[in-house]
């Protein structure tokens, strides 16, 4: 196992558990306990964990893990949830897309779709998220609109006052929001209170709202709101999705496609 992708287990492992201890990453990592160490040294250097005696634990109650960290967790999920969301999205029409793992994945499974090879433009894609328009500025027949505004490093959404003044003189047909967590009461959040705002407005500019999730984000909360369910259209979700929470979003109105 590479450097790099032994970093991205450990951070997610300990954003999942909150601590782990030398011997506990060593054991499910299958590597020696010198290594893990050097690991934790390293990554503690970087302000991604804090070093404890015989382990690490993660920074703060409320911790994100930068996207550039994060592993394929739910992979084969988000990518059927992403063809999905793709299906949905009508040729020539105007798509928001924020920021996230799911949404970079409905980046990339729009950029495929045959029925968008061609046209003039065969779809507008606006995004406050850099690597979405990084990946898809290389396709001719999509028109790309970047928000501006003050990058974050976590999830590499721009953020702040300048994308407000774009996103205030625009509409689109469609916004596919990612989200750290979707509940019927609490609405769909994000951890940052900055990005929940732009992507509240990017929903408001929206005529319709698609909530790209895999069920490991569904009946949950996090700290910023962004919407409240009564905004979202349709929920793309997987089959592991838990029934209760499948009914009760439906009960409120939302749309659920589960793939």
């Known amino acids: 196992m590479s450097r790099d992708a032994r970093w991205k287990s450990l951070l997610e492992l300990l954003v999942e558990r909150g601590r782990l201890d030398v011997e506990e990453a060593a054991a499910e990592l299958q590597v020696s ?19 404890t005696r015989g382990g690490a634990v993660v920074h703060g109650v409320s911790y994100e893990l930068p996207l550039r960290y994060k592993t394929a967790r739910h992979a084969s999920e988000k990518q059927r949830i992403a063809r999905a969301v793709a299906g949905l999205v009508t040729p020539g029409t105007a798509v928001g897309l924020t920021g996230g793992t ?61 994308a407000d003044g774009v996103l205030s003189q625009i509409t689109i047909d469609v916004a596919v929001l990612g989200v750290v967590a979707f509940d019927v009461t609490h609405g769909a959040a994000a951890h940052d209170e900055a990005e929940a705002a732009i992507n509240r407005l990017l929903c408001e500019r929206a005529a319709r709202v698609i909530v ?42 939302v749309r659920v496609v589960a793939v």
């Open 33 to 51: 306990s010198a290594t893990i160490r050097r690991d934790f040294d390293q990554l503690a250097e970087q302000q991604m964990l804090v070093r």
């Open 102 to 162: 799911t949404t970079t994945e409905v980046a990339r499974a729009l950029a495929v779709r045959p029925e968008l090879a061609s046209g003039s433009p065969a779809l507008t894609v606006v995004t406050n998220a850099l690597n979405i328009a990084n990946e898809l500025a290389v396709r001719p027949q999509f028109k790309i609109v970047v928000t501006g505004g003050v990058a974050r490093p976590q999830s590499y959404e721009l953020i702040g006052p300048l």
């Open 212 to 253: 790209a999730a895999d069920s490991s984000k569904l009946g949950q909360r996090a700290f910023a709101r962004i919407c409240g369910s009564d905004a979202v259209d349709t929920l793309v979700t997987d089959t592991a999705a838990d029934e209760g929470a499948v009914r009760s979003f439906e009960e409120a109105g």
